[in-house]
């Protein structure tokens, strides 16, 4: 397998996990060596809901149990940081900022990203006196934490899945949210107009101030945060701001080695960088001539592809790509691809929105591109089956709420 | 309990489908759900995520497996081995059995191979 039957992989988040998990169900007999951060991986879809709130605590979303890196023999590094990667002909050289090196046959950067912050000014000063805040880390959700008592008068700064989370924790913990966001609805080109407009109106219906703006600028103010909104004749006060305006892929690591970066390590459908003995995974990594699909599921399947290819064997099957959120006691989920309607598309609603599970369909020349549901995982389970075998469906029965959508399976 | 508890009649549990049984009526610490395979054998698993909270009464189920409703861990209906994260922990089997087109349950008894 190579001449140190060892396999570095750099970051405890899913994508490393995954990776370890993956060599080791796949037969690779080497060593693994993690390297994560933090003290042990975690989970962190769980960030912006039940552990924010304090019903679950980092022990609860680990993403393997302790007991689990002895049985898979998994030599898990943490938390430690590594300061450069080496790669050879030969072998890659990892360094620790404390000086310890290993040296591998393979390095998979699994090094996620950290939170996009807008160029607003005084954005940065507030951040610098902890009243801005954002959410990546289990670090991130402790000090947001703090803050969400209530009567607390927050700022979400983007009504994405991260941001409509987390305001819908907040509120639930008694803040006083207000959401700000430049498109109205946020979301409509990952769920449909409808389904967005549907879904953001939720935050009104909770008690929380929706609004078509943008954050122009911050001061610190006594404790506090004064924020100017487009458009608005004058700043409002909040206790604190949390940013969910999207991430930016950690990718120092690669660049500093020469790999091909740009906006994520770039690789391809085996997840090989340019260099053949480093690999890339999840959230830093971008397949090329491809948007980064920056989901839980979609960090795993690339762990058990750059596994595969280690491995040199066959890469898992092709899905369509799946998600779920959470908000105000809804669940959403999502797969495939949304489109507006347009002369090829048909946009297809099944239920009634608001009273019982619904869902919205995307269907192209009799085929299923995608779907979003709220409150109705079998639907969700059933069109990622339509999409994967492209089974021809007929509109018609999709809308029908009667009609069972696993029959569809069987043609 | 040497004749099990009856719980349902077969027909009342879709093929691909499960319902969950009460603890009240089973007994044991968590409700158990009856899942039916796409061959129309019926299983037993604690019917509550070892992840979370969700029913997998309410999964779906196929190839031997019951997937989560909300975060798409599967369980293996046969053993209760959990297969995929992001649960980590197995689950518990129970022995069933069918007969005369009536599910009886025995909670707490490992399922027969």
Known sequence: MGAHDRVVIVGGGIAGVATASALRSGGYHGDIVLIDRAEFPYDRPPLS???????????QIALQP???????????????????ISPGDDDVAITLTDGRDHRADWAVLATGGRAALPPVPGLGDARQAGLVHVLREAEDADRLREVLVPSAALLVVGGGLIGAEAASTAVSLGAEVVIADPLDPPLAAAVGREMAAWLHALHARAGIETVTSVLEAVQVDDGGVLAQLRGEPQVRRFDAILVGVGMVPSTELASACGLEVDRGVLVDAQQRTSHPRVLAVGDAARLRDH????????????GQRAAASILDAPPPAETAGWWWSDRHQHHVEGVGTMREPDAQTTVVHRGTRGTEPFSAYTIRAGRLLGAVAVDDPHAIRAARRLIDRQIE???????DPAADLRKLLRG | MAAGIRVAALDDIPEGEGVAVSRDVTGTEDDIALLRDEDGRVWALNDT?????????EGWVENGHVECPLHSSKFCLKTGAVNGLPATKDTVAHRLEVREGEVYLFPGEHPVE
């Open chain 1, 291 to 302: 948007h980064r699909t920056e989901h839980w599921e979609a960090a795993q399947h690339d």
């Open chain 1, 66 to 84: 302790p007991e689990w890196y002895a049985e898979q023999r998994v030599d898990l590094v943490g938390p430690a940081e590594v300061a450069s």
């Open chain 2, 49 to 57: 995520c070892t992840h979370e909270t969700a029913s997998l009464a």
């Open chain 1, 49 to 59: 809901k039940d552990y924010l709130a304090g019903r679950r605590d980092l022990e």
């Open chain 1, 393 to 399: 469906v007929d509109p018609d029965r999709i809308a």
